[in-house]
Antibody
Framework: EVQLVESGGGLIQPGGSLRLSCGASGFTVSSNYMSWVRQAPGKGLEWVSIIYSGGRTLYADSVKGRFTISRDNSKNTLYLQMNSLRAEDTAVYYC???????????WGQGTMVTVSS | SYELTQPPSVSVSPGQTASITCSGDKLGDKYVSWYQQKPGQSPVVVIYQDTKRPSGIPERLSGSNSGNTATLTISGTQAMDEADYYCQAWDSSNVVFGGGTKLTVL
């Protein structure tokens, strides 16, 4: 059974850093395209980043240069390192596995990140 | 940057057909996925590759995509279909989501 479990969220001051983790089971992270998607309170879904199976990474313009997606193959875990956090980064962060035809077939339960002083 | 436009809300009576549209430039040239999200839950894919349903998704949900518009159609709408729905596509190595549509079953 495929499972994704995010962790690492919390309350952080503006300008601070946080690292989110997404532990996977039931499949191999390194063999799949994996993304982070976020959702600000009461708002819609916003794609944040993707890491391809080959290691290539892409980022939304809103986080480029501040966020870094990575994975640890030995732990089958996906990460999102978030630096220089801003109030507008406040959101639930989901990790998601890409499935067929560019869709996301499995999502984690999400972890809340609140950027506030 | 590429944009996908959805109506903020759609209302439907139980048993009737609901249609949720998603518009984007030459959207018919891309694959569109649709996600259902209920309050406090993670999104669930209900349609991928324009028209395909994952296992476990009821047949009353269907999708189409042509020209500049993709449509999610829910036939015989039930109370359990009340949720937020998001379309999604890829454009130039960027993933794009529509703004979401709140489906209300009156």
């Amino acid at each position: 059974e495929v499972q994704l479990v995010e962790s690492g969220g919390g309350l952080i001051q503006p300008g601070g850093s946080l690292r989110l983790s997404c532990g996977a089971s039931g499949f191999t992270v390194s063999s799949n395209y994996m993304s982070w998607v976020r959702q600000a309170p009461g708002k819609g879904l916003e794609w944040v980043s993707i890491i391809y199976s080959g290691g290539r990474t892409l980022y939304a313009d809103s986080v480029k240069g501040r966020f870094t997606i990575s994975r640890d193959n030995s732990k089958n875990t996906l990460y999102l390192q978030m630096n220089s956090l801003r109030a507008e980064d406040t959101a639930v962060y989901y990790c998601a596995k890409r499935g067929g035809a560019d869709s996301y077939d499995f999502w984690g339960q999400g972890t809340m990140v609140t950027v506030s002083s | 940057s590429y944009e996908l436009t959805q109506p903020p809300s759609v209302s439907v009576s139980p048993g009737q057909t609901a249609s949720i549209t998603c518009s984007g430039d030459k959207l018919g040239d891309k694959y569109v996925s649709w996600y259902q999200q209920k309050p406090g839950q993670s999104p669930v894919v209900v349609i991928y590759q324009d028209t395909k349903r994952p296992s476990g998704i009821p047949e009353r949900l269907s999708g189409s995509n042509s020209g500049n518009t993709a449509t999610l159609t829910i036939s015989g709408t039930q109370a359990m279909d009340e949720a937020d729905y998001y379309c999604q596509a890829w454009d130039s190595s960027n993933v794009v989501f529509g703004g979401g549509t709140k489906l209300t079953v009156l």
